[in-house]
């Protein structure tokens, strides 16, 4: 299971930390990522790290203002998000893939990961 947290309502240029925590022992065989999704708009792809977080993708839209990063000891992976714009107001989810398709645009779609969170809600105000 994976449990989303910390969203919550920010203003423009502010700063979030979502966390997502997963149960079981196995975190570090899982590839994680996480995505968003704005009202009436298709769920897209935000960023993903690889099992032991060396490797690190990010869409272009938040390249540069988002980390990815994990702790595989804690079974916890984060997404810190800088300079918040309006536009990145959506719901993020984590999710995780055994990473078996975890290779070229695969890596980037949803239907690549098997496993998701709840979502949490990330407001940012102009």
């Known amino acids: 299971q994976l449990q989303a947290s910390g969203g919550g309502l920010v203003q423009a240029g502010g700063s979030l930390r979502l966390s997502c925590a997963a149960s079981?022992?196995?975190?570090?065989?899982?590839?994680m990522g996480w995505f968003r999704q704005a009202p009436g708009k298709e769920r897209e792809f935000v960023s993903t790290?690889?099992?032991?977080?060396?490797?690190?993708y990010y869409a272009d839209s938040v390249k540069g203002r988002f980390t990815i990063s994990r702790d595989n000891a804690k079974n916890t992976a984060y997404l810190q998000m800088n300079s918040l714009r309006p536009e990145d107001t959506a719901v993020y989810y984590c999710?995780?893939?055994?990473?078996?398709?975890?290779?070229?645009?695969?890596?980037?779609?949803?239907?690549?990961?098997?496993?998701w969170g709840q979502g949490t809600q990330v407001t940012v105000s102009s």
């Open positions: 999710a995780a893939s055994e990473g078996s398709k975890w290779n070229g645009n695969q890596k980037y779609e949803h239907q690549t990961y098997d496993y």
């Open positions: 079981g022992r196995t975190f570090s065989s899982y590839v």
């Open positions: 790290i690889s099992w032991g977080g060396v490797t690190t």
